[in-house]
């Protein structure tokens, strides 16, 4: 692999007329924002996917929501997982273009690749022969397990596509790129939002599919978002915005992926997975710890299970805004790594949870006046909004400390620390969360509500263990 090379992606005689900006100069606040805001579009319409299908699933009833819901727990194991790899790359590639050396981070992104298409064929091979037993370990009543199969096995099935277009976007963004992937994930999402209705419902000339319908509308517009990626990844191009003209145009962009000398490349490959492991072991029992708690909830009934589905799904589209400040803070951390400023890498991730803190402070006012009416969003039977809107608030107490877990976990696994991280969530749930959520509901008559004092108990022990982690400063020094 080449090294110390400051070749890019060039325009004709030798212009860049695209993104070119230097996010290890400048104002640490503005870039911090101009990075940010359209990360946390790209990562609020990701995670839109298994909110829109579960707001149309949810008119077929309870069995519907509890199944999806279910299903989307399995889902968010795999795809943890495979996120967490992805920290390896994303970890390389900003120290690389921190370090002015592109064709290096063009090599790891290819490399990374092969690694997610591999991987997406282990996925397949399991929804092929293996979600009516998964979907069984949850103790569910008959109907949510048929509808939650259904759904499970037509996503694993189509898992090439969806892990492949989420390495594509981790490539781009890690390079500094994140307009880019934000307008391709504007132009799958919206095909999605029209499409799900006529899946799911039959409207028009399409069949009335039901929660099949949902997960076949995730996998098309999926595809079309990775056929994107891959053109934008190949033609070397980017989105960014003409000041001159004050509009977003066309250019080229930081990354071209040149196939012509491709090969395997088990050093890289193992550097990759060296770095990612401990975050994909992070994420992939962060979603076990989910599983668990649903197991836990299942004896409590459906609705029980679909209440904390609903809010599960309003916590994730919550969060993002604040995954997408903790992605940048953890970019411009190793980029600012890779240029030899680890001050400026830290105090991109002070900012962002300040930004992150105040943002969380106005969301959980409105939820605490609210609550009812986001549940009914989603279904509006009475018990389910009542005990939807029970569990939202509960839950406000604990939203307040989410960046500091977020952002602090983005930055350090961002630098390629990713074992700490590893480590203190490995902590929170199954030295807290999981134990509490078992012994808080008979022990301290709470009933259902104990799980989720449970969540908000670890939570707060987490963001104070991650928050002393990144002030000891021991992850600026960490090589890659």
Known sequence: ?????????????????GFDRDWTQGSITGN??????????????????????????????????AGVGVAGIAIGLVMSA?????????AM?????????????????????????????????IGLFCTESIMRLFDLEEGVILEGTIYLKIVFLGAVVMI???MCESAIQSAGDAVTPMWISVVFRFFHIVLCPFMVLGWWVFPQLGVSGAAYTNIISQTLGLGLALWVLIAGRSIYF??????????????????????????????????????????????????????????FGTYAVAAHTIVSRVEMILFMPVVGLGMAAGILAGQNLGARQPDRAETSGWRAMFISLAFMAVCCLALLLGAEGIIGIFNREPELLDMGGTFLRIGAVGYLLIGFVIVMQF??????????????????????????????????????????????????????????????????????
């Open 164 to 166: 492949v277009r989420m």
């Open 411 to 480: 930055c350090i696994s961002g630098a390629g620390d990713t074992i700490p991280p590893m480590i203190f969530s490995l902590v929170m749930v199954w030295v807290l969360q999981i134990p509490l959520a078992y012994l808080l509901p008979e022990a301290t008559g709470l009933g259902i509500n104990g799980v989720r004092w449970a969540i908000v108990i670890s939570l707060a022990v987490s963001a104070i263990i991650h928050t002393a982690y990144f002030k000891l400063g021991r992850w600026k020094r960490k090589r890659v």
């Open 1 to 17: 692999m080449a090294t110390g090379s400051t070749a890019g992606t060039v325009g004709p005689g030798g212009r860049q007329p």
């Open 242 to 299: 003409d000041r001159t003209r004050k509009r977003f145009r066309l250019g080229w962009g930081r990354m071209k992926l040149d196939t012509k000398n491709f090969r395997v490349d088990p050093a890289i490959i193992w550097r990759i997975v060296r770095i990612g492991i401990p975050s994909g072991i992070m994420s992939m029992q962060q979603a076990l710890g989910a599983f668990f708690l649903v197991r836990i909830m299942g004896p």
């Open 93 to 125: 590639i900003a120290r690389f273009i921190g370090a002015q050396d592109r064709e290096s981070a063009n090599h790891v992104a290819i490399q990374a690749f092969v690694m997610g298409a591999v991987l997406s064929l282990v996925v397949a091979m």
């Open 32 to 65: 911090l924002i101009k990075l940010a805001w359209p990360m946390i579009v790209s990562s609020v319409l990701n995670m839109l996917g298994p909110t829109i299908d579960m707001i149309w699933v949810g008119s077929l009833g309870s069995d519907a929501i």
């Open 82 to 90: 495979i996120m967490g790899l992805s920290m390896g790359m994303r």
